[in-house]
C-alpha cells in the first residue's frame, strides 16, 4: 500500500472487500465518514474472488442473493441462471464496486496482521503486511465467514510429486486435468459441488470420504424473462419478506408437526420439498424437522431413500448415505448430478470412516488398507469457519488482551457484532449472528446498516467510544447457547460447531433464532440507545 493510499487518521478502517465490506464503505462514505478498505486479494469479490473451483455457485438463488439498497441496481442487473455460478456473482461484485465508484478507496494486496487498541486516544492502530500502521477510530472486520482454508490434517502433501490444488484457492487460470488420475478429499459443499465436473476430465477418480453428506438436486436452469420481470416489479415486497423470514429466504412457514401427520403425507411433503430445489424445501416441510430427533429421522430417511434410488452400487450407496449427525444439522448441499458420479465406472469410493487415511505419499494416497497411484490431488477440506479471519489477525482490546486468547474456549460475542472489551471493533456476521444459518447477503446487509447508525449516532452525541458491556455479553453468549440446545444442531459434529478444526472449542457458533427475529432484537437495542453498550 503506498503512502498515497494511506490516510492519517481514518473515521473507519474496513478489512475486507467482499460483499459486506463494499456495502459498508458505501453506507459510511455517503455520510462524510473518512473510510479506507484493505483487501488481502488483488480484486473485490471476498469468497467469490478466491473461490474458483469448477462447479462453484452459491446456495441461495440468484434473485434473492443480491444487494436490496439499491432498487436502481436491482433493475439493471440480471442474473441469467436460477443459482448464480462464481464467474457471474463475480462480476456482479466488480460491477456494484464500478457503479458506486469504490476501487478508490481500497487498497488491494494488502493483508492486516495486527490491531491494537490505545485506551488513551480511543484509537485503533492497525499494522498491515506491508509496514504501513493505519489509525483509525472504528475498525470494521468484513472478513467473512468462510474465508480462512483449512488444510488437510494428512501428513506428506510436501512430498507429493504431483500437483495438488484446493478448492477454496484455485488457480485463477484454471486447470486442466484431462486424462488425469484424480484424488479428491472432502466430501463437503465445494467437494459435491466440483466432483461431478472433476469426473467428466480425469481418466480416473478416487473420492476419498470421512463424512458424507445430504445433498438434494438444485434443479438449476437459465431463468426465464418472464419470472426475472416479475422479481424486478415485486423486489421491493421481496425484499421485506426476506428480512422478517427465518432463513433470509421466505418460504410458507409449516404449521404441523412431523408425527402429526401420516407416512403417506410426510412423504408427499418431503417430495414437494424436495422437487422445489432449494435449501430449506424438505427442513422447512414440518415445524420440529430441527428440534425433535424422531421428526428428524423421517427426512433423513427421505433423503437416504433418494441416495440410494440414485446410486446403482448398493455398498456405494450406503456409503454416501449420512447416518452420524440430524438432517440439516451441518449445512445441507445442492447438486448436480453428485450422487450419479457414483455409477460412473472410472469413479471410486473410499469410506475413510473404514480405513482411515495414513499419509499422501510421493505418488498417491495411501489409507489403512490400500495405497492409491494419483497424478493430482484436490483438496475440497473446507474452512475454519466464522472466527478464522478474526484469529489469524493479532487483534488486542483494552489491557492488552488478545482476541484469540479471549475466545481460547470458543467465541463470545455480543449479537456477532461486538466483542466486551474491544471498543469501536465491529464483526459483520460475526460469530453468535445468524450469518450462515441465513442468506448471507441479507445478513450482511443487516449488520452494515446497523453498524452505520450506530457509528453516525455517536457522531451526533460527541461520543468517542462503544463497547459491550460484560454482562451483556455474557447474556447473549447464553441467550445463543440456549436457543441452540432447543434445536439438534449441538449433537453434530460440524463446521457449524468448530468440530472440524483439530483443537478447535467445541460450540455452537451461530445464532439459530431467525433472521426477522434477530433483526427486531438488534433494532430494539439500538432505539433503547445501544442497551447493553457503555458509550463515552
Not at 433418494?306 to 449427525?325: G, Q
Request: charged share 20%; with cysteine; net charge negative.
Amino acid at each position: 500500500m503506498s503512502e498515497a493510499d494511506t490516510s492519517p487518521r481514518l473515521d473507519a478502517l474496513i478489512v475486507g472487500a467482499g460483499l459486506s465490506g463494499l456495502y459498508q464503505l458505501k453506507t459510511l462514505r455517503d455520510l462524510g465518514f473518512g473510510v479506507r478498505v484493505v483487501e488481502a486479494a488483488k480484486g473485490v469479490g471476498g469468497t467469490w474472488y478466491w473461490n474458483r473451483y469448477p462447479g462453484a455457485r452459491c446456495d441461495v438463488e440468484s434473485l434473492s442473493y443480491s444487494y436490496s439498497f439499491s432498487p436502481e441496481l436491482e433493475q439493471e442487473w440480471t442474473w441469467t441462471e436460477k443459482y448464480p455460478t462464481q464467474p457471474e456473482i463475480l462480476r456482479y461484485v466488480e460491477h456494484v464496486a464500478d457503479r458506486f465508484d469504490l476501487l478508490r478507496d481500497i487498497s488491494f494486496d494488502t493483508r492486516v496482521t495486527s490491531a491494537v487498541y490505545d485506551e488513551r486516544s480511543r484509537r485503533w492502530m492497525v499494522t498491515t503486511d506491508g509496514g504501513d500502521v493505519l489509525d483509525t477510530q472504528f475498525l470494521i472486520m468484513a472478513t467473512g465467514c468462510l474465508s480462512v482454508s483449512k488444510a488437510p490434517e494428512v501428513p506428506g502433501a510436501e512430498r507429493f510429486q504431483g500437483p495438488t490444488y484446493h478448492t477454496g484457492h484455485w488457480p485463477h487460470e484454471g486447470v486442466d486435468l484431462t486424462g488425469k488420475r484424480l484424488g479428491v478429499i472432502g466430501t463437503g459443499s465445494s467437494g459435491i459441488q466440483s466432483i461431478p465436473i472433476l469426473a467428466e476430465q480425469a481418466s480416473e477418480m478416487t473420492v476419498f470420504q470421512r463424512t458424507p453428506n445430504f445433498s438434494m438436486p438444485a434443479g438449476n436452469r437459465p431463468l426465464a424473462a418472464q419470472e426475472v420481470a416479475d422479481m424486478k416489479e415485486n423486489y421491493r415486497e421481496w425484499r421485506s419478506a426476506q428480512r422478517a423470514s427465518g432463513f433470509g429466504v421466505p418460504v410458507p412457514e409449516p404449521t404441523q408437526a412431523a408425527m402429526e401427520a401420516t407416512e403417506a403425507q410426510r412423504t408427499a411433503k418431503y417430495q414437494d420439498g424436495w422437487d422445489k430445489g432449494n435449501l430449506v424445501g424438505v427442513l422447512a416441510a414440518y415445524t420440529d424437522t430441527l428440534t425433535s430427533k424422531e421428526a428428524n429421522d423421517t427426512a433423513a430417511g427421505f433423503v437416504r431413500d433418494k441416495i440410494r434410488a440414485k446410486v446403482h452400487d448398493p455398498d456405494v450407496a450406503e456409503t454416501l448415505c449420512p447416518t452420524s449427525f440430524p438432517y440439516g444439522t451441518k449445512r445441507p448441499c445442492l447438486d448436480t448430478g453428485y450422487y450419479e458420479t457414483f455409477n460412473a465406472e472410472h469413479v471410486h469410493l473410499v469410506d475413510l470412516r473404514k480405513t482411515p487415511l495414513q499419509e499422501i505419499t510421493e505418488s498417491g494416497i495411501r489409507t489403512s488398507e490400500a495405497t492409491y497411484e494419483v497424478d493430482a490431488i484436490v483438496f475440497a477440506t473446507g474452512f475454519d469457519a466464522m472466527t478464522g479471519a478474526l484469529t489469524a489477525v493479532d487483534i488486542r482490546g483494552k489491557g492488552g488482551v488478545a482476541l484469540k486468547e479471549k475466545w481460547g474456549e470458543g467465541p463470545r460475542s455480543y449479537l456477532g457484532l461486538a466483542v466486551a472489551g474491544f471498543p469501536n471493533l465491529f464483526t459483520i456476521t460475526g460469530p453468535s449472528s445468524p450469518s450462515v444459518l441465513s442468506n448471507m447477503i441479507v445478513s450482511i446487509e443487516q449488520h452494515v446498516e446497523w453498524v452505520t447508525d450506530a457509528v453516525s449516532y455517536l457522531r451526533e452525541h460527541g461520543h468517542t467510544e462503544i463497547d459491550a458491556t460484560t454482562d451483556a455479553e455474557d447474556g447473549w453468549v447464553a441467550h445463543v447457547e440456549e436457543v441452540g440446545n432447543h434445536t439438534l444442531y449441538p449433537t453434530a459434529d460440524s463446521w457449524y460447531m468448530g468440530s472440524n478444526v483439530p483443537g478447535k472449542p467445541r460450540v455452537f457458533m451461530a445464532y439459530i433464532g431467525g433472521v426477522g427475529p434477530y433483526a427486531d432484537r438488534i433494532t430494539e437495542i439500538a432505539r433503547n440507545g445501544y442497551e447493553g453498550f457503555a458509550l463515552s
